[in-house]
Nanobody, 119 residues
Framework: QVQLVESGGGLVQAGGSLRLSCVAS????????MGWFLQAPGKEREFVSG????????YYSDSAKGRFTISRDNAKNTVYLQMTSLRPEDTAVYYC????????????WGQGTQVTVSS
């Protein structure tokens, strides 16, 4: 099993920045890919960004591209999401999720961290 704990959310004005962190513990040797998702009130969870654990491969949603940067620190078992030029529509709970080697989907999720962007 992998446990994930997010932090770094908060209240920020439009145009501001936040950096989210996700610390993984447990069977981290089996991590293949990490993703960030958001869920706004009344809406489905959607993909924001993802990064391979042992390669330099990153993915972004169209909304995140050019504003958000995902990175990782394998020594700290941590994935970051640097968010800049934040917009009110970015307001949501942000979750990190893990996909293990050999798995087709995300098996473990964090509890989420709230990001609120005021206009």
């Amino acid at each position: 099993q992998v446990q994930l704990v997010e932090s770094g959310g908060g209240l920020v004005q439009a145009g501001g920045s936040l950096r989210l962190s996700c610390v993984a513990s447990g069977h981290t040797f089996n991590i293949y890919f990490m993703g960030w998702f958001l869920q706004a009130p009344g809406k489905e969870r959607e993909f924001v960004s993802g990064i391979s654990w042992n390669a330099n491969t990153t993915y972004y949603s169209d909304s995140a591209k050019g504003r958000f940067t995902i990175s990782r620190d394998n020594a700290k078992n941590t994935v970051y999401l640097q968010m800049t030029s934040l917009r009110p529509e970015d307001t949501a709970v942000y979750y990190c999720a893990e996909r293990s080697r050999g798995s087709s989907g995300y098996g473990f999720w964090g509890q989420g961290t709230q990001v609120t962007v005021s206009s």
